[in-house]
C-alpha cells in the first residue's frame, strides 16, 4: 500500500500500512486498480470521440469511478471490486466505439491488454501491481501527474452532484478521457501536464458553474439564513455531506412525521436556499466539521446518513443508526440505494430524538448573489476606507495539528477587515461573534467547497469594478487543504492566474521541491507561517 492523495499522508510523506483516514490496504489497492481500469476506458473513450462516437454510460461511470476514489468515500472492498469490474466493461465498450481506430496509435497496456482476475483476493494483487509508485517515471514528472489526476477527481465529485440533478457538461467528460488518457503517452513531458493540470482548473470551474446553476436552479440563489445550532423537540436525523438533492427528498418523506432534519458539516449552507429552508422540520445544525464525528455523533439521539465523503471509522455506540447513501459506503454501515428512505425515517421514530434546548444562532446564505446584491455598499465601505482589506479564509477541516491556525488568523484580523469563508474550514471559528462595518457581516459564509465558484464570482465582479486586476485587490487567499476537491480548487485559481495564495497546514506530499519551486516562481505560493506574521506581511 501507498497513499498520499490527502492532507493526512502518515509522516507528511504516505501511508504504506493503513490509511491514517481507516482506509484498508485491500481497499487502497482495489482503489488504485479503479483508477488504473479508468485510464483504459479514458483510453479508449478518447479514441471513439476523437471518432466522433461517445457514450453517455461511459461518461458518467468515468465520474462515478473517479469519485469513489476520493479520500473518506467508500471504504468497502466488494463495492470497490464491483466499480473495477463495470470498469473493465466500459473499456472494452469504449473500444468496441473505438474500433476502427486500433491499428493506428501505440496501445498501452491499461487499454485492455490486462486481463480481470475473477476473485477479489486476486485484485488485490493485481492493485498492488498498479500502485501509485512508478520508479521508471521522472519524479517531478510524476508529481505533476498526480496533482493533475487528484484535480480530475475533485471535479469528479462536483459533476456527480450536478448530474444528480439532471445538469451535465459534455467539456467534462471529453477533458476527463483526455486527460486521463495522457497519463499514459510516454512521450509527453513535463510542460506537456503542466498545461494539462492548469486546463484541469478551467474544467473544475466550468463544473462548479454547473453545480452552482443545479443548484440554484432547482433551490433558488441562497439567501442570509440564520441557523439554529440548537435542538427543537422531537425525533431527529442527522444529514451529513454535500447532496442537496438527497437533503430534499429526505425532507418531503419526513414531513407531517414528527421528525426534525438536522444539517451537519458541509450541508450546513442547505439552510440558506429557499427551496429548502421552506421545510419547517429543517431545524438547524448539530456539530462541527467532520473530524469530530467520533465524539459528536454519539450524542445524536436519532439516525444518521451521510450522502457524499467525509465520513470516518464509526464507533459501535452509533454505528447501529448509521446509513450511506449515493457512493460512500462503509463495511457492515447499511447502504441506502435510491430514493426511498423509509428505513432511515423508522429508524428514526425508533429513537428518543431532542428536547426543546434553543443555542446560538449563525448566518449563513452569503453566495455571489447575495453578496453582488450588496455591492455599492461593499465598494462605497472599501473608498472610503471602512474596509481595508477582504481575507478569503477557506477550505477543508481535518484533525492534524496546525490547523488552530485559521482560528487566531480570523481572530486576530483588524475590525476594518472583512472574511468571505467557504468548505468545512469555517468550523474552525463560525461561531466566534465579528461583528459588522456599516452593516455589513464581518464574516461571510459563502457556502459549499464547491461555492468557490461564488468566491471567485465576487473577486471578479470587484476587480470590474475597481477597474484592476484581481492580484491588485484588496483580497488574500488563505487556504487549508484536505483532499483531492482542495485540489481542483487550486488549479482553478492557478487557471485564473491568481497570485499570493497561502496554504496550509502542510503542504501536499505529492508535490516535489522542484514542483513547489515552479509554483513559488510563477504563482508566489507560500505556505503558511503564524497567523500574527502572515497578517503582518500582507496588511504591512
Request: hydrophobic residues 40%.
Amino acid at each position: 500500500m501507498f497513499c498520499y492523495q490527502c492532507e493526512q499522508a502518515a509522516q507528511g510523506t504516505g501511508c504504506t500500512k493503513i490509511g491514517v483516514c481507516g482506509k484498508q490496504p485491500d481497499v487502497a489497492a482495489l482503489q488504485d486498480l479503479l483508477v488504473y481500469t479508468l485510464k483504459g476506458v479514458a483510453f479508449w473513450g478518447n479514441l471513439a470521440r476523437e471518432k466522433g462516437a461517445k457514450d453517455p454510460e461511459i461518461d458518467r461511470f468515468m465520474i462515478e469511478g473517479l469519485f469513489t476514489t476520493v479520500t473518506n468515500v467508500d471504504f468497502d472492498a466488494e463495492t470497490v471490486a464491483k466499480f473495477v469490474r463495470k470498469g473493465v466493461e466500459m473499456r472494452d465498450k469504449a473500444r468496441s466505439l473505438a474500433e476502427k481506430a486500433q491499428g493506428g496509435p501505440h496501445i498501452p497496456e491499461a487499454a485492455g491488454s490486462w486481463k480481470l482476475a475473477s476473485t477479489t483476493t486476486e485484485m488485490v494483487r493485481q492493485g498492488q501491481e498498479h500502485g501509485v509508485k512508478e520508479d521508471s517515471v521522472d519524479p517531478d514528472v510524476k508529481s505533476v501527474i498526480e496533482l493533475l489526476i487528484y484535480g480530475i477527481k475533485g471535479y469528479a465529485a462536483y459533476a456527480d452532484h450536478a448530474c444528480i440533478l439532471g445538469l451535465e457538461d459534455d467539456r467534462i467528460y471529453a477533458f476527463t478521457h483526455k486527460a486521463l488518457a495522457a497519463t499514459l503517452d510516454k512521450n509527453l513531458g513535463l510542460m506537456d501536464f503542466v498545461t494539462l493540470a492548469l486546463e484541469c482548473g478551467e474544467i473544475n470551474l466550468i463544473t462548479m458553474e454547473l453545480l452552482n446553476k443545479a443548484h440554484t436552479d432547482a433551490y433558488g440563489h441562497p439567501v442570509p439564513t440564520p441557523v439554529q445550532l440548537g435542538t427543537k423537540k422531537g425525533k431527529a436525523i442527522l444529514v451529513s455531506g454535500h447532496d442537496l438533492k438527497m437533503l430534499e427528498e429526505l425532507l418531503k418523506q419526513t414531513e407531517g412525521k414528527g421528525i426534525n432534519i438536522y444539517t451537519h458539516g458541509e450541508m450546513i449552507p442547505a439552510h440558506g436556499y429557499p427551496g429548502l429552508k421552506k421545510y419547517a422540520h429543517l431545524a438547524g445544525n448539530f456539530g462541527g466539521a467532520w473530524q469530530d464525528q467520533a465524539k459528536e455523533f454519539q450524542n445524536f439521539p436519532g439516525a444518521i446518513i451521510f450522502n457524499t465523503n467525509c465520513i470516518q471509522r464509526p464507533a459501535d455506540n452509533y454505528k447501529d443508526r448509521l446509513f450511506t447513501w449515493g457512493l460512500v459506503q462503509w463495511p457492515d454501515v447499511t447502504h441506502i440505494d435510491g430514493w426511498d428512505f423509509s428505513e432511515v425515517i423508522n429508524k428514526a421514530q425508533e429513537l428518543p430524538g431532542f428536547e426543546d434546548n434553543p443555542g446560538k444562532e449563525i448566518l449563513v446564505g452569503f453566495g455571489h448573489n447575495a453578496v453582488l446584491g450588496v455591492a455599492d455598499k461593499v465598494i462605497e465601505a472599501v473608498k472610503g476606507g471602512q474596509i481595508r482589506h477582504f481575507f478569503l479564509i477557506g477550505g477543508c477541516d481535518g484533525a492534524k495539528s496546525g490547523r488552530n491556525y485559521y482560528t487566531e488568523f480570523a481572530e486576530k484580523l483588524p475590525e476594518d477587515t472583512v472574511i468571505l469563508t467557504l468548505a468545512c474550514g469555517k468550523y474552525r471559528f463560525n461561531k466566534l461573534d465579528f461583528g459588522d462595518i456599516g452593516g455589513i457581516p464581518r464574516l461571510l459564509d459563502v457556502g459549499q467547497c464547491n461555492d468557490a465558484y461564488s468566491a471567485v464570482k465576487i473577486a471578479l465582479a470587484l476587480s470590474e469594478a475597481f477597474e484592476c486586476d484581481v492580484n491588485d485587490l484588496p483580497l488574500s487567499m488563505i487556504l487549508s487543504w484536505y483532499e483531492q476537491k482542495a485540489i481542483a480548487i487550486l488549479l482553478t485559481l492557478l487557471h485564473l492566474g491568481i497570485k499570493n495564495i497561502k496554504i496550509g497546514p502542510s503542504l501536499p506530499a505529492f508535490v516535489t521541491p522542484n514542483v513547489l519551486n515552479f509554483l513559488v516562481e510563477k504563482y508566489n505560493i507560500a505556505p503558511i507561517g503564524t497567523a500574527e506574521e502572515d497578517i503582518k506581511q500582507i496588511l504591512g
